[in-house]
């Protein structure tokens, strides 16, 4: 059973924080997937902590501080926190991918790992915060 397929079950909100380009796509990847929805964004209004705290799961943003009061209420309320990345990759079972983490570096790794790998005749996809 896939991660969406459970939340549908489960029939709770998956709250998405931060609502930037990332962030939209999250929450348009699970209303999609028939997944109700939860959004929040400091910058617009600020996050529902209860409703947060009542989630089957917290969508994080890479911009949002693990010190910030919306990371820990889904903490304190056991809520599993993905990051949009992995949400991602679960609406792509058996996918191959490389994935570039780190705090310098990471565009300039990513091109280089596409460019080698479509050097070698291989599908690649460079995707992110380069451009897709």
């Not at 989630?55 to 910030?68: D, K, N, R, V």
């Not at 596409?114 to 050097?119: Q, S, V």
């Amino acid at each position: 059973m896939t991660q969406f397929e459970k939340w549908r079950r489960d029939g709770r909100e998956v709250s998405v924080a931060g609502l930037g380009r990332s962030g939209k796509a999250a929450v348009e990847l699970l209303a999609s997937e028939r997944i109700p929805v939860y959004a929040s964004d400091a910058a617009t209004g600020g996050h529902d902590l209860v409703r947060v705290a009542a989630s089957a799961a917290l969508i994080l943003s890479p911009g949002i501080p693990p010190e910030a009061e919306v990371v820990r209420a889904a903490v304190r309320a056991s809520v599993p926190i993905l990051a949009e990345a992995q949400l991602g990759l679960n609406a792509m079972p058996g996918a191959t991918y490389v994935a570039v983490t780190g705090t310098n570096g990471k565009t300039t790794t990513t091109a280089l790992v596409d460019h080698l790998l479509r050097t070698d005749g291989r599908q690649s996809v460079a995707a992110g915060n380069i451009g897709l």
